[in-house]
Protein backbone atom coordinates (compact mmCIF):
# COMPACT_ATOMS: atom_id res chain seq x y z
CA UNK A 1 0.00 0.00 0.00
CA UNK A 2 3.09 2.31 1.01
CA UNK A 3 4.23 2.04 -2.33
CA UNK A 4 1.36 2.33 -4.39
CA UNK A 5 0.51 5.46 -1.64
CA UNK A 6 3.88 7.04 -2.95
CA UNK A 7 3.11 6.51 -6.49
CA UNK A 8 0.11 8.25 -6.52
CA UNK A 9 1.23 11.52 -4.27
CA UNK A 10 4.52 11.45 -6.97
CA UNK A 11 1.72 11.20 -9.97
CA UNK A 12 -0.35 14.44 -7.81
CA UNK A 13 2.47 16.24 -7.68
CA UNK A 14 3.66 15.79 -11.40
CA UNK A 15 0.34 16.92 -12.63
CA UNK A 16 0.42 19.99 -10.65
CA UNK A 17 3.71 20.72 -11.77
CA UNK A 18 2.47 20.21 -14.90
CA UNK A 19 -0.80 22.25 -14.88
CA UNK A 20 1.57 25.31 -13.26
CA UNK A 21 4.22 25.00 -16.01
CA UNK A 22 1.21 24.47 -19.16
CA UNK A 23 -0.60 28.27 -17.45
CA UNK A 24 2.65 29.94 -17.33
CA UNK A 25 3.45 28.99 -21.12
CA UNK A 26 0.20 29.46 -22.52
CA UNK A 27 0.47 33.31 -20.20
CA UNK A 28 4.03 33.71 -21.32
CA UNK A 29 2.96 33.10 -24.85
CA UNK A 30 -0.32 35.52 -24.94
CA UNK A 31 1.35 37.94 -23.25
CA UNK A 32 4.43 38.09 -25.88
CA UNK A 33 1.56 37.58 -28.50
CA UNK A 34 -0.11 40.65 -26.83
CA UNK A 35 3.24 42.56 -26.66
CA UNK A 36 3.64 42.07 -30.55
CA UNK A 37 0.26 42.82 -31.06
CA UNK A 38 0.73 46.54 -29.53
CA UNK A 39 4.11 46.81 -31.32
CA UNK A 40 3.21 46.19 -34.91
CA UNK A 41 -0.26 47.90 -34.28
CA UNK A 42 0.33 50.94 -31.94
CA UNK A 43 1.60 54.04 -34.27
CA UNK A 44 1.92 57.30 -33.26
CA UNK A 45 1.72 60.22 -35.12
CA UNK A 46 5.01 60.71 -36.12
CA UNK A 47 5.34 57.28 -37.54
CA UNK A 48 2.12 57.72 -39.22
CA UNK A 49 3.74 60.88 -40.98
CA UNK A 50 7.03 59.31 -41.30
CA UNK A 51 4.70 56.69 -43.58
CA UNK A 52 3.43 58.77 -45.50
CA UNK A 53 6.67 60.43 -46.70
CA UNK A 54 7.53 57.71 -49.96
CA UNK A 55 3.34 57.90 -50.48
CA UNK A 56 3.67 61.92 -51.28
CA UNK A 57 7.05 62.18 -52.41
CA UNK A 58 6.28 61.72 -55.85
CA UNK A 59 3.65 65.13 -56.04
CA UNK A 60 6.52 67.32 -54.83
CA UNK A 61 9.07 65.82 -57.49
CA UNK A 62 8.80 67.75 -60.42
CA UNK A 63 9.74 71.85 -59.50
CA UNK A 64 6.34 74.36 -59.96
CA UNK A 65 6.62 76.82 -62.38
CA UNK A 66 6.22 80.40 -61.04
CA UNK A 67 7.63 83.69 -60.52
CA UNK A 68 9.63 83.88 -57.90
CA UNK A 69 10.13 87.66 -57.25
CA UNK A 70 10.41 87.55 -53.45
CA UNK A 71 13.12 85.48 -53.66
CA UNK A 72 14.86 87.31 -56.16
CA UNK A 73 14.27 90.46 -55.15
CA UNK A 74 16.20 89.09 -51.53
CA UNK A 75 19.01 87.71 -53.49
CA UNK A 76 19.80 90.81 -55.30
CA UNK A 77 19.56 92.71 -52.63
CA UNK A 78 21.72 91.04 -50.09
CA UNK A 79 24.80 91.15 -52.93
CA UNK A 80 23.91 94.89 -53.69
CA UNK A 81 25.82 97.16 -51.78
CA UNK A 82 26.79 100.57 -51.37
CA UNK A 83 29.39 102.07 -48.82
CA UNK A 84 27.47 104.79 -46.78
CA UNK A 85 30.25 107.01 -44.95
CA UNK A 86 27.23 108.17 -42.75
CA UNK A 87 26.81 105.05 -40.40
CA UNK A 88 23.64 106.75 -38.79
CA UNK A 89 21.84 107.41 -41.46
CA UNK A 90 22.26 103.47 -42.81
CA UNK A 91 21.54 102.53 -39.17
CA UNK A 92 18.53 104.55 -39.43
CA UNK A 93 17.23 103.48 -42.41
CA UNK A 94 17.29 99.85 -41.05
CA UNK A 95 15.35 100.75 -37.75
CA UNK A 96 12.65 102.23 -39.85
CA UNK A 97 11.81 98.83 -41.59
CA UNK A 98 11.27 97.27 -38.28
CA UNK A 99 7.13 96.89 -37.99
CA UNK A 100 4.76 94.08 -36.47
CA UNK A 101 5.16 91.83 -39.46
CA UNK A 102 8.58 92.52 -40.44
CA UNK A 103 12.22 93.47 -38.59
CA UNK A 104 13.96 93.61 -41.90
CA UNK A 105 12.41 94.49 -45.58
CA UNK A 106 13.80 92.28 -47.84
CA UNK A 107 12.95 94.86 -50.70
CA UNK A 108 14.90 97.55 -49.57
CA UNK A 109 17.55 98.21 -52.50
CA UNK A 110 19.97 99.58 -48.20
CA UNK A 111 19.52 95.93 -47.66
CA UNK A 112 22.81 94.85 -48.83
CA UNK A 113 24.71 97.99 -47.41
CA UNK A 114 23.34 97.46 -43.93
CA UNK A 115 24.90 93.93 -43.95
CA UNK A 116 28.33 95.17 -45.38
CA UNK A 117 28.05 97.98 -42.66
CA UNK A 118 27.12 95.11 -39.64
CA UNK A 119 30.44 93.17 -40.86
CA UNK A 120 32.80 96.03 -41.38
CA UNK A 121 31.94 99.14 -39.21
CA UNK A 122 34.57 99.95 -36.66
CA UNK A 123 34.10 98.79 -33.18
CA UNK A 124 34.07 101.70 -30.76
CA UNK A 125 32.91 99.30 -27.90
CA UNK A 126 32.90 95.98 -25.98
CA UNK A 127 31.16 94.83 -23.55
CA UNK A 128 29.81 91.66 -21.89
CA UNK A 129 25.61 91.01 -23.00
CA UNK A 130 24.70 88.62 -19.45
CA UNK A 131 21.31 88.07 -21.17
CA UNK A 132 20.88 83.69 -21.88
CA UNK A 133 22.68 81.04 -20.97
CA UNK A 134 25.17 81.14 -23.92
CA UNK A 135 28.49 83.69 -24.15
CA UNK A 136 27.66 86.87 -25.99
CA UNK A 137 29.27 89.89 -26.67
CA UNK A 138 27.30 93.44 -26.56
CA UNK A 139 28.98 95.39 -29.72
CA UNK A 140 28.36 99.17 -30.12
CA UNK A 141 29.28 99.91 -34.09
CA UNK A 142 30.46 103.06 -36.11
CA UNK A 143 27.43 105.39 -35.65
CA UNK A 144 26.40 104.13 -32.41
CA UNK A 145 24.36 100.55 -33.71
CA UNK A 146 24.41 97.97 -30.90
CA UNK A 147 24.62 94.35 -32.11
CA UNK A 148 25.05 90.98 -30.33
CA UNK A 149 28.08 88.89 -31.42
CA UNK A 150 28.16 85.33 -31.37
CA UNK A 151 31.17 83.45 -31.59
CA UNK A 152 31.84 80.16 -33.19
CA UNK A 153 32.25 77.10 -31.09
CA UNK A 154 32.22 73.91 -33.49
CA UNK A 155 33.83 73.53 -36.84
CA UNK A 156 30.35 73.67 -39.85
CA UNK A 157 30.76 69.75 -39.99
CA UNK A 158 30.47 69.10 -36.70
CA UNK A 159 27.62 66.40 -35.67
CA UNK A 160 26.36 67.11 -32.27
CA UNK A 161 25.20 63.93 -30.61
CA UNK A 162 22.48 63.89 -27.86
CA UNK A 163 18.76 65.90 -27.65
CA UNK A 164 17.85 68.47 -30.03
CA UNK A 165 18.91 71.26 -27.61
CA UNK A 166 22.40 69.90 -26.79
CA UNK A 167 25.38 71.26 -27.23
CA UNK A 168 26.38 75.33 -27.94
CA UNK A 169 24.78 77.69 -30.15
CA UNK A 170 26.25 77.39 -34.05
CA UNK A 171 26.56 81.09 -35.22
CA UNK A 172 26.00 79.57 -38.75
CA UNK A 173 22.40 78.75 -37.76
CA UNK A 174 21.54 82.24 -36.84
CA UNK A 175 22.84 83.14 -39.94
CA UNK A 176 21.22 80.10 -42.25
CA UNK A 177 17.60 81.06 -39.92
CA UNK A 178 17.96 84.85 -41.53
CA UNK A 179 18.85 83.50 -45.31
CA UNK A 180 15.63 81.28 -44.28
CA UNK A 181 13.16 83.87 -43.24
CA UNK A 182 13.56 85.95 -46.21
CA UNK A 183 13.03 82.93 -48.46
CA UNK A 184 9.96 82.02 -47.07
CA UNK A 185 8.46 85.71 -47.09
CA UNK A 186 8.53 85.52 -42.94
CA UNK A 187 11.21 88.53 -42.55
CA UNK A 188 11.17 87.84 -38.58
CA UNK A 189 14.47 87.39 -37.69
CA UNK A 190 16.97 89.97 -37.18
CA UNK A 191 19.80 91.18 -39.75
CA UNK A 192 22.46 88.40 -39.23
CA UNK A 193 25.61 88.18 -40.94
CA UNK A 194 29.25 86.69 -40.07
CA UNK A 195 31.90 88.67 -39.26
CA UNK A 196 35.50 88.02 -37.74
CA UNK A 197 36.71 89.97 -35.41
CA UNK A 198 40.08 90.31 -33.16
CA UNK A 199 39.87 90.36 -29.74
CA UNK A 200 43.36 91.80 -29.18
CA UNK A 201 43.08 94.69 -31.45
CA UNK A 202 39.22 95.46 -32.02
CA UNK A 203 37.95 94.32 -28.70
CA UNK A 204 40.24 94.92 -25.98
CA UNK A 205 41.39 98.78 -26.87
CA UNK A 206 37.72 99.50 -26.15
CA UNK A 207 36.35 96.95 -24.22
CA UNK A 208 34.50 97.67 -20.79
CA UNK A 209 36.12 96.76 -17.43
CA UNK A 210 33.83 93.67 -16.94
CA UNK A 211 34.36 92.66 -19.83
CA UNK A 212 38.72 92.84 -19.78
CA UNK A 213 38.18 90.40 -16.33
CA UNK A 214 37.27 88.03 -18.53
CA UNK A 215 39.90 88.15 -21.21
CA UNK A 216 42.80 86.57 -20.69
CA UNK A 217 46.23 85.26 -22.52
CA UNK A 218 46.23 81.14 -22.91
CA UNK A 219 49.02 80.07 -24.66
CA UNK A 220 50.02 83.53 -26.76
CA UNK A 221 46.49 83.38 -28.04
CA UNK A 222 43.67 85.94 -26.61
CA UNK A 223 40.95 84.41 -24.81
CA UNK A 224 37.31 85.34 -23.72
CA UNK A 225 35.21 83.16 -21.71
CA UNK A 226 32.28 86.41 -20.54
CA UNK A 227 29.52 86.07 -17.80
CA UNK A 228 26.80 83.62 -18.29
CA UNK A 229 25.13 80.49 -17.03
CA UNK A 230 27.51 78.07 -18.62
CA UNK A 231 30.30 80.67 -18.83
CA UNK A 232 33.29 79.56 -17.39
CA UNK A 233 37.77 80.72 -17.77
CA UNK A 234 38.19 76.88 -18.19
CA UNK A 235 35.75 77.03 -21.53
CA UNK A 236 36.75 80.16 -23.29
CA UNK A 237 36.42 81.36 -26.82
CA UNK A 238 40.37 81.93 -28.34
CA UNK A 239 41.85 84.04 -31.56
CA UNK A 240 42.96 81.00 -34.15
CA UNK A 241 46.09 81.40 -35.66
CA UNK A 242 45.21 84.39 -37.58
CA UNK A 243 44.73 86.02 -34.33
CA UNK A 244 40.79 86.04 -35.13
CA UNK A 245 37.56 85.08 -33.78
CA UNK A 246 34.78 84.26 -36.02
CA UNK A 247 30.86 84.75 -35.37
CA UNK A 248 27.92 85.65 -36.03
CA UNK A 249 26.54 89.59 -35.69
CA UNK A 250 23.07 89.92 -35.54
CA UNK A 251 21.13 93.69 -35.38
CA UNK A 252 19.76 94.79 -32.34
CA UNK A 253 16.54 96.62 -33.46
CA UNK A 254 16.44 98.31 -29.72
CA UNK A 255 12.85 97.69 -29.91
CA UNK A 256 11.15 96.01 -26.55
CA UNK A 257 9.83 92.63 -27.11
CA UNK A 258 7.61 90.53 -25.11
CA UNK A 259 8.44 87.29 -23.60
CA UNK A 260 6.16 84.52 -23.70
CA UNK A 261 6.68 80.71 -22.17
CA UNK A 262 5.97 78.34 -25.16
CA UNK A 263 2.90 76.06 -24.78
CA UNK A 264 5.48 73.24 -26.13
CA UNK A 265 7.98 74.15 -24.12
CA UNK A 266 10.26 70.70 -23.27
CA UNK A 267 11.38 69.71 -19.17
CA UNK A 268 14.83 69.50 -20.32
CA UNK A 269 15.16 66.56 -17.66
CA UNK A 270 16.00 63.12 -18.75
CA UNK A 271 12.91 60.69 -18.42
CA UNK A 272 10.44 63.45 -17.84
CA UNK A 273 8.27 64.51 -20.52
CA UNK A 274 5.38 67.48 -20.55
CA UNK A 275 2.19 67.03 -21.40
CA UNK A 276 2.17 68.26 -24.77
CA UNK A 277 4.51 64.99 -25.66
CA UNK A 278 2.13 62.42 -24.12
CA UNK A 279 -1.25 63.72 -25.03
CA UNK A 280 -2.22 64.68 -28.64
CA UNK A 281 -5.37 65.89 -27.62
CA UNK A 282 -2.76 68.76 -26.08
CA UNK A 283 -4.03 71.65 -28.73
CA UNK A 284 -7.43 71.58 -27.44
CA UNK A 285 -6.04 73.16 -24.10
CA UNK A 286 -4.26 75.49 -26.04
CA UNK A 287 -6.74 77.06 -28.16
CA UNK A 288 -8.55 77.51 -24.82
CA UNK A 289 -5.83 80.00 -24.01
CA UNK A 290 -4.34 81.54 -26.96
CA UNK A 291 -5.86 83.72 -29.87
CA UNK A 292 -6.47 81.59 -33.45
CA UNK A 293 -3.47 84.57 -34.74
CA UNK A 294 -1.14 83.35 -32.23
CA UNK A 295 -1.53 80.26 -32.51
CA UNK A 296 -1.28 80.28 -36.44
CA UNK A 297 1.74 82.39 -35.36
CA UNK A 298 3.45 79.28 -33.00
CA UNK A 299 2.90 76.72 -36.02
CA UNK A 300 4.99 78.93 -38.81
CA UNK A 301 7.60 79.20 -36.02
CA UNK A 302 7.14 75.15 -35.86
CA UNK A 303 7.80 74.72 -39.34
CA UNK A 304 10.41 77.30 -39.45
CA UNK A 305 12.45 75.30 -36.47
CA UNK A 306 12.01 72.17 -37.91
CA UNK A 307 13.34 73.05 -41.03
CA UNK A 308 16.62 73.82 -39.74
CA UNK A 309 16.15 71.84 -36.34
CA UNK A 310 16.09 74.50 -33.35
CA UNK A 311 14.25 72.28 -30.87
CA UNK A 312 15.01 74.75 -27.99
CA UNK A 313 12.54 77.61 -28.38
CA UNK A 314 11.10 77.36 -24.61
CA UNK A 315 10.04 80.91 -24.70
CA UNK A 316 9.38 83.01 -27.37
CA UNK A 317 9.02 87.55 -28.29
CA UNK A 318 6.24 89.00 -29.84
CA UNK A 319 5.66 92.57 -30.74
CA UNK A 320 2.38 93.47 -31.57
CA UNK A 321 0.87 89.62 -31.08
CA UNK A 322 3.78 89.00 -33.98
CA UNK A 323 6.07 85.90 -32.97
CA UNK A 324 9.71 86.84 -33.55
CA UNK A 325 12.03 83.96 -34.70
CA UNK A 326 14.94 85.06 -32.35
CA UNK A 327 17.31 83.22 -31.19
CA UNK A 328 18.61 80.55 -33.91
CA UNK A 329 21.65 79.11 -32.27
CA UNK A 330 20.62 75.60 -31.80
CA UNK A 331 19.55 74.79 -35.19
CA UNK A 332 22.01 72.56 -37.47
CA UNK A 333 22.95 70.18 -34.93
CA UNK A 334 22.59 66.96 -36.65
CA UNK A 335 22.26 67.10 -40.31
CA UNK A 336 21.22 63.00 -40.44
CA UNK A 337 18.33 63.19 -37.63
CA UNK A 338 14.57 64.61 -37.73
CA UNK A 339 13.51 65.53 -34.60
CA UNK A 340 9.73 65.59 -35.49
CA UNK A 341 7.82 66.73 -32.23
CA UNK A 342 9.32 70.27 -33.71
CA UNK A 343 6.48 70.01 -35.49
CA UNK A 344 4.11 68.78 -32.57
CA UNK A 345 2.22 72.64 -32.84
CA UNK A 346 1.49 71.53 -36.60
CA UNK A 347 0.74 68.01 -36.36
CA UNK A 348 -1.61 68.23 -32.84
CA UNK A 349 -3.45 71.33 -33.92
CA UNK A 350 -3.56 70.53 -37.79
CA UNK A 351 -4.08 74.16 -38.83
CA UNK A 352 -1.61 76.29 -41.22
CA UNK A 353 -1.94 79.91 -42.73
CA UNK A 354 -2.90 79.57 -46.68
CA UNK A 355 0.17 81.87 -47.56
CA UNK A 356 2.48 79.62 -45.37
CA UNK A 357 1.33 76.38 -47.00
CA UNK A 358 1.23 78.33 -50.67
CA UNK A 359 5.09 79.44 -50.20
CA UNK A 360 6.41 75.97 -48.80
CA UNK A 361 4.59 74.12 -51.87
CA UNK A 362 6.25 76.86 -54.63
CA UNK A 363 9.33 75.53 -52.86
CA UNK A 364 9.06 72.13 -53.83
CA UNK A 365 11.20 70.05 -56.12
CA UNK A 366 14.33 70.92 -55.03
CA UNK A 367 13.80 74.83 -55.06
CA UNK A 368 14.91 75.37 -51.68
CA UNK A 369 17.96 73.93 -51.39
CA UNK A 370 18.99 75.74 -54.75
CA UNK A 371 18.06 79.07 -53.22
CA UNK A 372 19.84 78.60 -49.91
CA UNK A 373 22.64 77.46 -52.09
CA UNK A 374 23.58 81.18 -53.79
CA UNK A 375 23.16 82.98 -50.61
CA UNK A 376 26.40 84.73 -49.45
CA UNK A 377 29.33 82.83 -47.95
CA UNK A 378 26.80 79.79 -47.96
CA UNK A 379 29.66 77.29 -48.44
CA UNK A 380 31.52 78.31 -45.65
CA UNK A 381 28.72 78.11 -42.95
CA UNK A 382 27.23 75.36 -44.45
CA UNK A 383 27.63 71.71 -45.40
CA UNK A 384 25.76 69.53 -48.24
CA UNK A 385 24.59 67.69 -45.67
CA UNK A 386 22.63 70.31 -43.63
CA UNK A 387 21.04 71.57 -47.07
CA UNK A 388 20.02 68.21 -48.13
CA UNK A 389 18.38 68.01 -44.51
CA UNK A 390 16.55 70.98 -44.72
CA UNK A 391 15.11 69.93 -48.33
CA UNK A 392 14.33 66.47 -46.58
CA UNK A 393 13.03 68.21 -44.08
CA UNK A 394 10.50 70.13 -46.42
CA UNK A 395 9.47 66.55 -47.41
CA UNK A 396 8.34 65.77 -44.03
CA UNK A 397 6.59 68.55 -43.82
CA UNK A 398 4.15 68.01 -46.93
CA UNK A 399 3.69 64.60 -45.20
CA UNK A 400 2.37 66.07 -41.60
CA UNK A 401 0.20 68.35 -43.92
CA UNK A 402 -1.20 65.08 -46.03
CA UNK A 403 -1.68 63.14 -42.08
CA UNK A 404 -3.59 66.16 -41.27
CA UNK A 405 -5.67 65.97 -44.26
CA UNK A 406 -6.66 62.71 -44.20
CA UNK A 407 -8.13 63.05 -40.46
CA UNK A 408 -9.83 66.07 -42.07
CA UNK A 409 -8.19 67.88 -40.04
CA UNK A 410 -6.48 70.39 -41.69
CA UNK A 411 -7.34 73.94 -41.66
CA UNK A 412 -6.55 76.63 -43.85
CA UNK A 413 -6.65 80.13 -42.94
CA UNK A 414 -5.40 83.99 -44.08
CA UNK A 415 -5.70 84.96 -40.22
Not at 75 to 94: C, Q
Not at 202 to 207: D, F, G, L, N, R
Not at 358 to 380: F, H, T, Y
Amino acid sequence: MIPKRRVLISTLILLVIFVILTNYYFMAILSRNESEVRKFTKSTIEEKILQKVPLIAHNYRNRRIINDNLTDTFIHNLKSTTVFKNKSNLWKEAKSWVSKTQLYNYSSPHLGSVLFALKSAKIIKADIDIRGTQLKLLLTLEGNQNVIFKPKWYPIDKIIEGPVYAGKDRYFSEILAFYLSGILGKPLTPLTVERKVSLKNEIVPVATTRLLNTIYKRRSATCVYGKCFYCKREDPVCENENGMITGAIIFNVDVDFKVNRSPWQRTYKKGKKAVWETNDDYCKSVKLKLSSRRLLNLIDTSVFDFLIQNGDRHHYETLDDSVILMDNGKGLGNPNIDHLDILAPLYQCCMLRSNTWERLEQLSGGLLKEKLKVMPDINNLVTEEHLNAVERRLLIIYATVEYCRTRNKIEHSML
